[in-house]
């Protein structure tokens, strides 16, 4: 399974999300530098941001292009401009960097807005990139959440099967105990009937000699195979008893160890039931 997401961990990524911040910057596209607006995102990949960007961009542009940068043609941002523009947009990541940061450029009448442009333009500029910075960071903590919430699922769904298990194995147990009990009294009463049964076989066995006839024999020799069996009964008993008695420890310690397991389950889930308490808040509260 992998790594059980912690409490801890969903609060700091909470504190990642919270408030989103464009800000006026510049960045150096294929063709030259140019002022962008920017914001940074945390916990995703630059290719996964540029496609999100990308995708929202879909929905308004005539068309996508660009291979160093996903370029909007013909894009249509009421709030820019009442005219198509061009919107160029990169994700970068430094090395080792678990955040990513999008420029988004707009280009209007063949002049890019910045932050001499006109009010307007850079107030829907700037709305455009904070609505789908936003959109972004929703969905990745929805999938942070939605992986919580399978984790907890596992958990539990762990947690009923041990208790099944469990119920299982106390009624082996109970059962195993009874057996013993059977057989216990069933080996007592086969050692007593052996015993009655070897007066009987030495008192026939001194007919035989004093008097010796073929039924005397006979009876002898059904008297000692009878002997046997029960000798035979009483061994199989003994033997049913101590398996019976090792099954029962093996139970016993297979309870004792279900029990710990449950402990330890019980206690994992109301963990990943703090992660996903904060992880919803955070979710909620992204803004």
């Not at 496609?51 to 660009?66: C, N, V």
């Not at 007593?192 to 001194?206: A, M, N, W």
């Not at 398996?243 to 963990?271: C, M, P």
Request: charged content about 30%; proline content about 2%; aromatic content about 4%.
């Amino acid at each position: 399974m992998k790594v059980l997401l912690t409490a801890l961990a969903a609060l700091t990524a909470s504190l990642s999300f919270g408030q989103t911040q464009v800000t006026n910057a510049s960045f150096k596209y294929s063709d030259a530098v140019h002022p962008t607006f920017s914001v940074t995102i945390p916990g995703t990949s630059a290719d996964k941001a540029e496609k999100w960007f990308k995708e929202q961009l879909k929905s308004i542009s005539a068309s996508i292009g660009g291979k160093k940068e996903v370029i909007g043609i013909g894009t249509r941002l009421p709030e820019v401009s009442s005219d198509t523009i061009r919107v160029f947009v990169v994700a970068d990541q430094p090395k080792k960097s678990d955040e990513v940061t999008v420029h988004a450029a707009f280009r209007v009448n063949m002049a890019f807005v910045g932050t001499d442009g006109d009010e307007a333009q850079r107030e829907g500029c700037r709305k455009w990139v904070y609505q789908t910075a936003v959109g972004l960071k929703k969905l990745l903590a929805q999938e942070d959440l939605d992986a919580a919430n399978k984790i907890l699922a596992t958990l539990e769904g762990d947690l009923a099967g041990l208790v099944k298990e469990k119920g299982r194995a106390e009624g082996n147990l109970e059962k195993t105990q009874r057996s013993i009990v059977d057989d216990q009294k069933s080996k007592v009463e086969a050692e007593g009937e052996s015993k009655i049964l070897e007066t009987k076989v030495e008192s026939k066995k001194q007919e035989v000699v004093s008097a010796p006839s073929e039924a005397n024999t006979k009876e002898l020799q059904a008297l000692m195979k009878e002997q046997e069996k029960l000798h035979k009964k009483a061994d199989k008993l003994t033997e049913s008893i101590a398996a019976g008695k090792r099954k029962v420890e093996d139970l016993q310690f297979q309870i004792k160890k279900n029990l710990s397991e449950q402990d330890t389950k019980t206690k994992a889930i109301a963990t990943q039931k703090d992660a996903v308490a904060l992880l919803t808040a955070k979710l909620a509260g992204i803004n």
